[in-house]
């Protein structure tokens, strides 16, 4: 039997070669009030591989100009590196056609597209949208603006003490007037791996379409939307190794084609007169005005630093760090998970007895150890557990067994601070 | 690097586990919310002021150990005290922690109040450490609006 908190044995670790991959991160090489920065707050934003980097400087150094326009060679660069970043995430995602990649800001400009162009045009009064009692903040007020305003229903998928999705609840909230279901692939709070795939049968069966808000799951696992079948897919590029400012929105081209533009301007249009206006085909259609390049070419380089690794191997990896982690935990005393739902990934969110999250953090933070304490953008999750906030570590590829074993230090001195 | 010891000094932790005047007077005739949406902390204070002198104040809330004994800390130090008094002692407290007051800064004036200095040295923190102060002064001026510290 194994000793709770003790270092796994060499052979009952997961495998991967994190220190040549932790070599790849700038970043991680610094210290923090002299300690090794120990970077936990991966569900916020993940840190950069150089190759990353490389990619955002060398468009600034040799390719800066604009997308779709420019005659000269130097435009001709930039439109077909920001062309095949949509052709890697096609393959990435398993989308069926890069007509069904459009370039957004982030996962949150994704479910607003949808909100907007998608539901918005169809919601009659007395309609409803369907939601989880999990989701992020971008999943919730998207949907509150546009049934407030067509005075439709924002109806919610309860959960379990664990953190699971009740799905018998779930089959009876779909009714005749359900006219969307959005919910998270992976709970950004709780760690909560949602049964989309189920999620998305039951929808179907009644003709709903249904968005995943991928933002939590997509750099943990392998993502594959014509699996899954889902209608819409949003993920965003910060979380995924890539920059910040760029997203994706995958959405089944017979539903992108039949939804009209989210926002005017350049790049979205074929032919404008002041009388009438052709818009352009898609994914264009949807990208108004000048892009962040950079970042959309720079994304590119994470897939490819993703798909080197596998993401499979990935995903065997962090769930073996998880499991760590979560042994670890059970053996601190005063320290509680939220969250302890069957499927999980990369989140811990926890609270130590008697301490607020907020010296939780700050007590780690001394120690070089960087978590997020709060809501984490969840408020109703916190209110569901009654909690104001939790501490949240969050993993990556890049953490180890040892990183588990310094966060486990750090809370045992939270806990000697506050005793 | 700053010294946690300087943030958590024991008063400190003291007012966090038992604090004082946490509690819902009777009498109160002034009262404002306070809330932090970054950590979520959530505050009440509650004051009886006649003939313009704090005769009684109290808190109601949840928070950290920083915005706890804060709290705590300010109903003892303005009880009895003028309006004045506590616009004084509010500024003094407000530069203390924010750092505008010079660190080697004679803090005599405010008493058992100087423990909170180690918060300059947290800028995230400094916000835990003014909520109930903001809450406080919003009472006296009888604004309905929930103070945020964001």
Not at chain 1, 266 to 270: A, L, V, Y
Not at chain 1, 285 to 291: D, L, N, Q, V
């Given at each position: 039997m194994k000793i709770k908190g003790e270092i796994l044995p060499r052979e009952e670790r997961p495998e991967l070669d994190v220190q040549s991959i932790r070599a790849d991160f700038p970043a991680l090489r610094q210290l923090v009030y002299g300690k090794p920065l120990v970077y936990l707050d991966n569900a916020a934003t993940s840190q950069k591989p150089q190759r990353v980097i490389d990619a955002l400087v060398g468009f600034y150094t040799n390719d800066c100009s604009n997308v779709h326009r420019g005659v000269h060679l130097l435009s001709e660069r930039a439109t077909r590196a920001y062309e095949d970043t949509r052709a890697k995430v096609k393959c990435f995602i398993n989308a069926s056609d890069e007509k069904e990649i459009v370039f957004v800001r982030g996962t949150t400009e994704g479910i607003n597209l949808v909100a907007q162009s998608y539901a918005r045009p169809r919601l009659q009064p007395g309609d409803e949208i369907l939601i989880s009692a999990m989701e992020h903040h971008s999943n919730i007020v998207p949907w509150q603006i546009i049934c407030g305003e067509k005075d439709a229903r924002l109806r919610i998928i309860p959960m379990n003490d664990r953190g699971e999705l009740k799905l018998d609840e779930y089959g009876a909230l779909l009714g005749p007037r359900t006219r969307l279901v959005s919910v998270a692939h992976v709970s950004n709070a709780l760690g909560t791996v949602n049964p989309v795939r189920r999620i998305i049968e039951l929808a179907h069966e009644r003709s709903i379409p249904v968005l995943l808000d991928g933002a939590q799951a997509v750099p943990h696992m392998r993502v594959d939307v014509a699996q899954l079948d889902c209608d819409f897919y949003a993920f965003s590029g910060h979380k995924m190794y890539g920059p910040t400012g760029v997203g994706i929105l995958y959405g089944k081209q017979r539903l992108l084609e039949a939804m009209p533009p989210y926002q005017g301007g350049?790049?979205?249009?074929?032919s404008v007169t002041f009388e009438k206006t052709t818009y352009n085909r898609l994914p264009y259609?949807?990208?108004?005005?000048?892009?962040n390049i950079a970042a959309g070419i720079a994304l590119g380089a994470a897939i490819d630093f993703l798909q080197d690794i596998g993401m499979d191997r990935i995903a065997a990896y962090e769930h073996g760090v998880l499991r760590y982690a979560t042994e670890a935990f059970a053996g601190i005393p005063g320290v509680r998970l939220i969250g302890t739902a069957k499927e999980k990934a990369g989140v811990l969110s926890f609270v130590v007895d008697g301490v607020h999250p907020h010296d939780v953090g700050t007590i780690l933070d001394q120690e070089g150890i960087a978590i997020r304490t709060g809501h984490h953008c969840a408020q109703p999750v916190m209110d569901f557990f009654n909690l104001p906030a939790t501490a949240r570590a969050s993993l990556a590829l890049y953490n180890t067994c040892e990183e588990i074993d310094a966060l486990v230090a750090g809370i045992r001195k939270v806990t000697e601070v506050f005793s | 690097m700053p010294d946690l010891r300087e943030l958590y000094q024991q008063v400190i932790l003291d007012h966090h586990k038992k604090p004082r005047n946490c509690r819902r007077p009777e009498h109160a005739n002034k009262h404002a919310d306070g809330f932090n949406p970054l950590c979520g902390d959530k505050i009440t204070v509650f004051i009886q002021i006649e003939d313009g002198i704090v005769r009684d104040i109290a808190f109601q809330g949840s928070g950290c150990a920083i915005s706890t004994a804060s709290a705590s800390m300010m109903t003892e130090s303005l009880k009895g005290k003028s309006e004045t008094e506590v616009a004084r002692i509010f500024e003094s407290f407000h530069n203390l922690v924010t750092g505008k007051t010079p660190a080697e800064a004679d803090t005599t004036g405010l008493g058992k109040l100087a423990v909170f200095s180690g918060v300059r040295e947290y800028p995230v923190r400094v916000k835990c450490a003014t909520l109930a102060w903001h809450t406080m002064r919003a009472a006296l001026q009888g604004s309905e609006e929930t103070v945020a510290t964001e």
């Open positions: 350049g790049d979205m249009i074929s259609k949807f990208e108004a005005g000048t892009p | -």
